[in-house]
């Protein structure tokens, strides 16, 4: 017998006939019903995987207290974690120290703070703290500061990603992070090198104050227009496609700043949708998708452009410019770490047509390339360029210093004439604003940040020359070797004048009111 529901012989269900419309439109029900719950279920999972820390923060907060009583340190007992993801926080580049010159405001200026660092480098804090102190000349309270070791760093590797190598370092920089929060979920987030989607998992896992200060945007209207022709639609897509992934990751960052004047300007027009002078414009349909995207932004105001710290006070401190100025060796000294980017292929190629066309007095002039290896493929292009210098005929007369401890970097800078930078677009260029202050006269590439922010002129004169071709580089060497003495005396006064406009000491203030501006929005949660 049919049981109570059925419906009588020779009737159809009267709801039967809405099966197939129901059907068909599952595709478009299930993702609509998931972008309207995707918030709550997105925190649901940041609640689980909060529960998967269990007491991992009182553990730290408990150890750091026993490390101040171990050393003697006067400091606050620490009661708020803010978490810095630096997969790379032990190499020696300027975001390196960016990241540790940041975690010295907070100990100064907020010792209430524990600061935790988010890494891949598997080795001691003691090992990593004393490279600090050695390359970057800054001493850290190893109380206030602690490390979570992360396995899966190869995931961020551009290395691991030969083909669609932006996108799957984003993604995996997700898992990365999401490895990095099931062992703590801190109090404050802040990227400190460039992981934007990482910033987006924390907020919408957590709803935590989150920043990014960026270096460099992950893809840029740059990127976009030095396609070559031959690139293909499918490519150009593929970029402009992940171009707006960018801007949808970026819009919702509490605290956004920038490096240089050349970051900002491509982070307005991104996370902003605001395209401003020295940006090249969008594909026009890219450009209103974007505006869209970022339309729904509740933080509208620009990007702000914070310098990053450089050692000026203390290079003005070694390294004297007393009249009358004191002789330098004739040395072209290039630091920059052993990365591609930084074009040392560029350098070498300019070095050997100066040396060929230079006056006899010159011959002797030394390239010296400083730069610190942080893996393998740095070892291996360091190799390659050595081979390079020996095909150019100018091994003689290049040297390499790798991983050079701060007090040898001194020592060069107070040696050296001429400071070089070669790489396109460089966001900002930490190496050229140490030249400037130890009073090397700079030749610089034609673009980024040492073309807008750092090698400007001074009371209408110039401090230094902006090349872009190995016979402009070429050029720019001679002419600032060839300086006679009272120029040469007179520009390296207005480049260290304009190099105080970066100091330790500027960056710090600046830092503290990102600081405060997240504790504000932690206390008003």
């Known amino acids: 017998m049919d049981g109570p529901l059925s419906p009588p012989d020779g009737e159809a269900c009267s709801h039967c006939g809405y099966l197939p419309f129901v059907l068909a439109a599952l595709p478009i029900l299930l993702p609509a019903l998931l972008l309207l719950l995707h918030r709550p279920l997105l925190l649901l999972l940041g609640v689980y995987i909060r529960s998967l820390n269990g007491d991992k923060r009182d553990v730290l907060l408990r150890i750091s207290e026993e490390e101040a009583v171990r050393t003697a340190k006067q400091s606050p007992k620490p009661s708020l974690i803010v978490g810095f993801f630096h997969p790379y926080c032990n190499a020696g580049g300027g975001g390196e120290r960016v990241l540790w010159a940041a975690v010295h405001a907070n100990q100064q200026r907020h010792p209430h703070i524990l600061n935790v660092v988010y890494t891949g480098d598997q080795v001691s804090k003691a090992t990593i703290l004393g490279n600090v102190r050695t390359r970057f000349d800054i001493d850290l309270d190893p109380s206030l500061v602690q490390f979570i070791h992360l396995q899966k760093r190869h995931l961020v590797s551009a290395a691991t990603w030969p083909r669609l190598t932006l996108l799957l370092q984003s993604v995996g920089s997700v898992f990365l992070a999401a490895e990095a929060f099931a062992m703590l979920v801190p109090d404050v987030y802040i990227d400190t090198m460039g992981y934007a989607f990482t910033v987006l998992l924390a907020k919408r896992l957590f709803g935590i104050p989150t920043a990014a200060y960026v270096h460099y945007p992950t893809i840029s209207t740059d990127m976009l227009g030095a396609l070559s022709p031959g690139a293909g639609k499918l490519k150009k897509r593929y970029w402009q496609l992940f171009a707006l992934l960018y801007s949808y990751a970026g819009k919702g960052i509490d605290v956004v700043v920038a490096n240089s004047s050349w970051t900002a300007a491509h982070l307005n027009a991104l996370w902003r949708g605001r395209v401003g002078p020295g940006v090249p414009p969008f594909d026009r349909l890219l450009n209103a998708a974007i505006k869209f995207v970022s339309s729904g932004s509740g933080r509208r105001e620009s990007v702000e452009v914070l310098f990053p710290p450089c050692a000026v006070g203390k290079l003005v401190d070694a390294i004297p410019l007393d009249e009358p100025c004191p002789p330098r060796d004739n040395v072209i000294l290039y630091i920059a770490q052993f990365r591609p980017e930084k074009n040392h292929i560029l350098v ?131 002419e600032a070797l060839s300086l006679d003495p009272a120029e040469t005396a007179a520009m390296r006064r207005r480049a260290r004048q304009s190099a105080m406009r970066f100091s330790e000491e500027i960056f710090a203030d600046g830092w503290d009111g990102m600081m405060n501006t997240l504790l504000g929005l932690r206390r008003s949660q």
């Open 348 to 478: 070498l190629h300019a070095f050997q047509r100066f040396l060929t066309t230079a006056p006899k007095n010159l011959q002797d002039t030394k390239l010296v390339l400083v730069g610190s290896v942080r893996e393998d493929q740095d070892e291996k292009k360091v190799y390659e360029l050595r081979l390079l210098a020996r095909e150019l005929q100018v091994e003689e007369n290049v040297l390499f210093v790798t991983n050079a401890p701060w007090p040898d970097v001194i020592g060069w800078l107070g040696r050296a004439s001429v400071g070089v930078n070669a790489m396109w677009n460089e966001h900002f260029g930490i190496g050229v604003v140490e030249y400037q202050a130890a009073g090397l006269i700079c030749v610089v590439h034609d673009s980024g940040g040492p073309k807008m922010d750092i090698v400007v002129e001074v009371d209408g004169s110039r401090t230094g020359y902006h090349a872009t071709t190995a016979e402009e580089y070429a050029d720019g060497f001679r």
